[in-house]
């Protein structure tokens, strides 16, 4: 059984950046995909997908998020990392990560105020 832990979330100004990582408890060099959603206020049944990344380092983002946010893994440590730069308030969310369709972080808020 796999358990993911976020950390680095937070509350930044417009334009600032922030460091999410998911650290997993077990090995996910094996699981192919990895990712982040999130859940923005007042959307409790909406998630968008930010970003994924697959076990050889393929990555896919959301055209919301493309050219500041960057998504990678490291799989000797078992985490992978959201990198959010020039952060804007429609980026405030709960950030869940994911590793493969099983396994689920708790989430960690992130909120950028203008």
């Known amino acids: 059984q796999v358990q993911l832990v976020e950390s680095g979330g937070g509350s930044v100004q417009a334009g600032g950046s922030l460091r999410l990582s998911c650290a997993a408890s077990?090995?996910?060099?094996?699981?192919?995909?990895a990712g982040w959603y999130r859940q923005a206020p007042g959307k409790q049944r909406e998630r968008e997908l930010v970003?994924?990344?697959?076990?050889?380092?393929?990555?896919n983002y959301a055209d919301s998020v493309k050219g500041r946010f960057t998504i990678s893994r490291d799989n000797a440590k078992n985490t992978v990392y959201l990198q959010m730069n020039s952060l804007k308030p429609e980026d405030t969310a709960v950030y869940y990560c994911?590793?493969?369709?099983?396994?689920w972080g708790q989430g960690i808020q992130v909120t950028v105020s203008s």
């Open positions: 077990g090995s996910i060099s094996s699981i192919n995909v």
């Open positions: 970003a994924v990344i697959t076990s050889g380092g393929t990555t």
């Open positions: 994911f590793s493969g369709s099983n396994y």
